[in-house]
């Protein structure tokens, strides 16, 4: 708890717990990246935009820091309904986070999906996507970017 708050007792509350159970978790090293949350109105849901916004996330992460791994937290229901499937993560186990707040009523027990290097470099250059009316096509090795006419 003392990563997210200086006096946990006070700001999180009394019997407040923050644990990774996932096996994983451990492993994830390094340059690591943490694709964040994101809310869409409900208008806009079912629409595959998250999907197109988390693979625009992946490609800008890739672009800043090209991380050693890439992971979210992500709920239970994201797992059966396939979104961490959609977003392209490969890897998936539970407890990722397991977070425990009683004073504010949270109990959550979260799954951590990943991605490696390898494998987010993969993602973003399967979802390269051409602009219209341009014949530039983005590519990526290890470490760069670079630009070449189709």
């Known amino acids: 708890m003392r990563a997210w708050f200086a006096d946990p007792t006070f700001i999180a509350g009394p019997g407040s717990s923050s644990r990774c159970d996932a096996p994983t978790g451990r492993s994830i090293t390094g340059l690591v990246a943490y694709h964040g949350d994101i809310w869409l109105r409900e ?14 996330a992946f490609g800008l992460a890739w672009a800043k820091w090209s991380p050693d791994f890439i992971y979210a937290l992500v709920a239970d229901w994201h797992i059966k309904k396939g979104v961490a499937d959609q977003y392209g993560y490969l890897h998936q186990e539970p407890h990722g986070s397991v977070l425990h707040l009683p004073a ?12 490696t290097r390898d ?19 983005a590519t990526a090795d290890s470490r760069s970017w670079t630009a070449s006419q189709d």
């Open 43 to 56: 208008d806009f849901r079912g629409c595959g935009l998250s999907t197109f916004i988390g693979r625009i």
């Open 104 to 115: 504010h009523g949270i109990d959550d027990d979260d799954w951590l999906v990943w991605l």
């Open 119 to 137: 494998e987010l470099l993969k993602t973003v250059r399967a979802s390269s996507l051409r602009a219209p009316c341009e014949n530039t096509v």
